[in-house]
Nanobody, 119 residues
Framework: QVYLAESGGGLVQAGGSLRLSCIAS????????MGWYRESPGKERELVGT???????TYADSVKGRFAISRDNNRMAIYLQLNSLKPEDTAVYYC?????????????WGQGTQVSVSS
């Protein structure tokens, strides 16, 4: 079992910045890719970005150039730096971890952290 704990959400004005953290515990040797998703009222959960175990990030088009994902395998943690925030970035942000082969595919989720951006 893998447990994910997010932190760092809050209320910020448009144009501001936040940094989210996600620390994994439990069977961390089984973790492969990790990432961030977000969910806002009335919308489906959407991908923000992912980072491989080797530290290679990918991003959704909506956040490219504004958000940055980093990973620290020594702490088994990932981070999401949110810059130039917009009101439409308001959402609950969830950390995700995926099991890696040869383990069976499985997704793990954190409890989420609220990010609110005021105009």
């Amino acid at each position: 079992q893998v447990y994910l704990a997010e932190s760092g959400g809050g209320l910020v004005q448009a144009g501001g910045s936040l940094r989210l953290s996600c620390i994994a515990s439990g069977f961390i040797l089984g973790i492969g890719d990790m990432g961030w998703y977000r969910e806002s009222p009335g919308k489906e959960r959407e991908l923000v970005g992912t980072v491989t175990r080797g530290g290679v990030p990918t991003y959704a088009d909506s956040v490219k150039g504004r958000f940055a994902i980093s990973r620290d395998n020594n702490r088994m943690a990932i981070y999401l730096q949110l810059n130039s925030l917009k009101p439409e970035d308001t959402a609950v942000y969830y950390c995700n971890a995926q099991s890696q082969p040869p383990l069976a595919p499985k997704d793990y989720w954190g409890q989420g952290t609220q990010v609110s951006v005021s105009s």
